[in-house]
């Protein structure tokens, strides 16, 4: 083997939920120079590699046709070959009807170094979202995982179905959807039970998870009429009876839901894991964009002379962040704060200062500029203040300490510029009314989201995070359906789950 060779890795994504895909996996996915993925693979999954990673999609259903096993192994060898680090992604587990084997043969023909990291199984995943347990104490000892599916190059029938119809325990049948009519007829016709309890798991540990309930003998049917396409895993026993009763999996609050977040790429992450973790499917179109400002000199004075503000003023997380940065990158420390007082707007802007271990010394008890104003107007008389700000914003807070007499300066630390276009992919699924709910969390990003949406913003619910932004909707004519009364993402996923529960 060449030293000059690469290595390729082929790696178990997951059955559907990012979150299981192992810590091994994430390890490779970060040091691989190159991707390919199947269609099967969360693309929610692709987030652990490089920022310079190349990623290759092997064809996806609908969009442009899926590549052959011969093709496939040709261009992760080439790849190998040209010295790179290789991660080669699987649905579920890659040896589980995944062809790994004639993947592993190639690669030990060409004398190309892998490693195989496992996954998830869809059949394991089916079985702990759905709540039905593969093996049972007294319903089944064993399980079988059966391909409804014959290899295209074998003769005839290879599946022992006669046999299979007399297994004490559980089957379980990958791409078994549309041959189900031949092979659950074959075996009944081999003595397996009419009665039998089946469970069709669509979707599996995914947020559109959907399970079907019905026995052996009315599978074809069931199939047909609630027109069930794969991918879907089925599950034939009597294990399949004893199912928990409250599925928590399917019992989360917004289980089913489609939520869209609209904030800044980089501040989406924590609301896509409450969302997640709540049941949702989350998804990202930034509105806006937030970049560091045109011009630093008016920060790098105002920081050269700190010392002479009473207060620091920050009405966003965005503010602390990129003021203090510019502190640190230009070769100081925080002391150059001194003795300023430190006032921000809401929770997310004091925890921001807190990442800096700076402690707020104030922050209103409503979390709106006029109310940061009012708090700081009866000690503001002959005080200087510094309010760190965006390129855009309101003038509310400036006008109200100076009309308390207040010296005060501004400076722009941060850029905010709308998004003009929206990925295609949200705007067909809001066009087809399949997005829930819209989360609004900031007047900029309401004026932006008209600007983008427009008309089509009727076709979900929108939820604001305060009165201000829902007044932006309003006068806009797409009134909110929520809006918080804790003006933090929280509070919006508060009203959000009020209102679904309310339903
Ligand atoms: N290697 C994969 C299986 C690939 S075969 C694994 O270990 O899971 C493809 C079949 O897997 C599909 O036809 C379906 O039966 C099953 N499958 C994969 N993902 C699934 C999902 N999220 N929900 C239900 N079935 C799934």
């Not at 996915?29 to 990623?55: C, M, R, S, W």
């Not at 993402?489 to 009203?495: I, Q, R, V």
Request: charged share 20%.
């Amino acid at each position: 083997m060449s030293s000059l060779t690469g290595k390729v890795y082929l790696i178990g994504a997951g059955p559907g939920d990012p979150a299981l895909i192992t810590l091994r996996g994430c390890e490779v996915l970060a040091k691989a120079q190159i991707v390919f993925y199947d269609y099967l693979v969360n693309p929610l999954i692709l987030k652990h590699v490089g920022p310079e990673t190349e990623l290759v999609c092997l064809g996806r259903h609908g969009r442009g046709r899926l590549l052959s096993q011969a093709e496939i192994n040709a261009q992760v060898i080439a790849a190998a070959r040209a010295g790179k680090i290789v991660g080669r992604l699987k649905g579920g587990d890659p040896a589980i009807f995944g062809r790994t084997a004639e993947e592993v043969a190639a690669l030990e023909v060409a004398r190309i170094d892998y490693e195989v990291v496992p996954g998830v199984t869809a059949a394991l995943a089916a079985s702990s979202y759905a709540g039905i347990p593969l093996t049972h104490r007294e319903a089944a000892s064993c399980v079988a995982f059966v391909t409804g599916q014959e290899g295209r190059d074998k003769e005839g029938a290879s599946l022992d179905l006669a046999n299979l119809a007399s297994f004490p325990g559980t089957l379980v049948f990958y791409m078994g959807v549309t041959t189900a009519p031949r092979w659950s007829a074959e075996l009944i016709q081999h003595g397996k039970s009419t009665e039998t309890p089946v469970a069709i798991v669509r979707h599996c540990s995914l947020p559109s998870q959907q399970v079907v309930k019905t026995t052996l003998g009315q599978l074809a049917e069931v199939l047909a009429t609630e027109k069930m396409r794969p991918p879907a895993i089925i599950i034939v026993g009597e294990a399949v009876a004893a199912e928990t009763q409250a599925n928590w999996f399917a019992s989360r609050p917004l289980f089913g839901r489609t939520i869209l977040i609209t904030r800044p790429e980089d501040q989406a992450a924590e609301m896509v894991n409450r969302l997640t973790t709540l049941g949702a499917m989350a998804l990202c179109q930034p509105a806006i964009k937030i970049t560091p400002p045109t011009d630093w000199s008016p920060v790098d004075a105002a920081i050269n002379h700190l010392a002479s503000y009473d207060w620091l003023v920050f009405s966003s997380a965005n503010g602390v962040r990129f003021f203090l940065d510019r502190i640190l990158a230009t070769g100081r420390d925080l002391r150059q704060l001194g003795t300023c007082q430190l006032a921000t707007i809401g929770p997310a802007t004091t925890d921001a200062l807190q990442d800096y271990h700076l402690k707020a010394d104030l922050q209103p008890a409503e979390y709106r500029a006029e109310a940061l104003a009012e708090q700081l107007a009866p000690q503001a008389a002959g005080k200087r203040f510094l309010l760190l700000r965006a390129s855009r914003g309101r003038e509310v807070l400036a006008e109200t300490l100076r009309a308390a007499q207040a010296h005060v300066e501004q400076v722009v630390v941060y850029q905010s510029e709308e998004v003009r276009q929206a990925d295609p992919e949200i705007v067909t699924a809001l066009s087809e009314s399949k997005i829930d709910w819209i989360t609004v969390t900031s007047s900029a990003i309401a004026r932006s989201l008209v600007q983008i949406f427009g008309d089509d913003l009727k076709k979900s619910q929108l939820a604001a995070i305060s009165p201000l932004t829902a007044g932006v909707l309003s006068d806009a004519g797409y009134p909110p359906a929520v809006v918080a009364s804790h003006y933090t993402t929280e509070g919006l996923l508060e009203a959000i789950l009020a209102a679904e529960d309310a339903n």
